[in-house]
């Protein structure tokens, strides 16, 4: 695949909110949206952001609506996730690939964004960031620097060295790998398994992280993506955050004892311990780029991502 990276940002830019998934906390979001204008940035919301239908921010089409008017809009040059939830999968379908091919710009979630991630890279070949959103990270009073500093990748191109000096890592499986970073949220890459946006891992680096998932559901999840091939199909794992990934039951597997069986089934260099995903901090990189990681040093080398 040849990878299409967007341009970079610069002060005076304008950004687009949009909430493909679920409603976001207004307060949070109010937050998030200063954030980004003490960035230098001007700021357009979708019209449906607010929009609440159940667990959805409004209904498909007014999500899809958003999503198609901020890569339609030649004034804005980055697409922002104001927060996951549920829901992205149900407009991955409706979604005109070919409109993003003609308007690429920075597409910037992570969670139940996931889907799109992997639909929009694998259809339209657009690099798109896996980082914290406004609403669910950015916007909350106790948020992390390392999480703000990750958008200033955007507006200037430089590779990420993730070393221990970031967070303790471990080794699961020795080597070396490199090849395309690809992944997000396991939950959400098992649900693309048997549609047109089946995850593609052959020859990638493959990063799973997730949220709330007792350790029987995780290994439940990764036993699909064994047996789906996926796992051995990679050419190395990382490991992101699994936040309250515990039991709740007396008789279980612990979280790291499941991870560790499936990783050393598909026999792929493997380190666990990468801040990414629902996390505080939340280190943000782009997916679709190029990787090296080395269990020697403990270190991933992720290239920008951006023109």
Known sequence: MNAVKPKRLKKGDTVGIIAPASPPNQENLDRGIAFLK???????????????NGYLAGYDQERLEDFHGMFTDPEVKAVI????????????????????????KIFWGYSDITFLHTAIRQQSEL??????????????????????EGFLQLFEPSSLVYTEQISQLEVLVDGEARGEIVGGNLSLLVSTLGTAYEIDTKEKLLLIEDVNEEPRSVDRMLNQLYLAGKLKDACGILI????????????????????????????KPAIKGFMMGHCN????????????????EKKLIVDSGIL
């Open 240 to 267: 992101g955050d699994f936040c309250d990934c515990t039991p709740k039951r007396n008789l279980s597997l612990s979280l790291d004892e499941v991870i560790t069986h499936y990783v050393q089934l598909a026999q």
């Open 281 to 296: 901090p939340h280190i943000a990189l782009p997916l679709g780029v190029q990787a090296f990681m080395n269990t020697n």
């Open 81 to 104: 996730c104001a927060c996951g939830g549920f829901g992205t999968g149900r407009i991955a379908e409706q979604i005109d690939y070919e409109l993003i091919k003609k308007n690429p």
């Open 127 to 148: 690099v798109t960031f896996h980082g914290p959103m406004l609403a669910s990270d950015i916007g909350k009073e106790d948020t992390h620097p390392l999480s703000k």
């Open 38 to 52: 003490d960035l230098g940035l001007n700021v357009k919301v979708g019209k449906h952001v607010s929009r609440i």
